[in-house]
């Protein structure tokens, strides 16, 4: 199974290039798909790729339904 998560963009390297987190945990990753990005905004990660941004509210329900389902945990624990 494939699964794609919201991340936060906590930082942008260069144009193909950011530093993103979900769950205490940082990682660079390949933003060279998404236009106009910014240091805040969440978007979809997949396989080391972001696919599309999306809004904080929608980031955040998804995140919520994925630390229930027990497929998430915060690694600051």
């Known amino acids: 199974m494939c699964l794609a998560i919201p991340v936060q963009i ?14 205490g945990i940082q990682r660079e ?3 060279a798909l998404v236009e106009d ?5 969440y978007v979809i990660l997949h ?5 599309s941004k999306l809004d904080e509210e ?6 919520r339904t994925m630390a229930e ?3 998430l945990q915060d690694a600051r624990q």
């Open 10 to 23: 906590d930082e942008i390297l260069d144009a193909e290039h950011a530093i993103a987190s979900v769950s």
């Open 29 to 31: 990753i390949n933003t």
């Open 37 to 41: 990005l910014q240091q805040g905004d």
């Open 47 to 51: 396989v080391g790729y972001a696919l």
């Open 58 to 63: 929608e980031a955040a329900e998804t995140l």
């Open 69 to 71: 389902a027990g497929l």
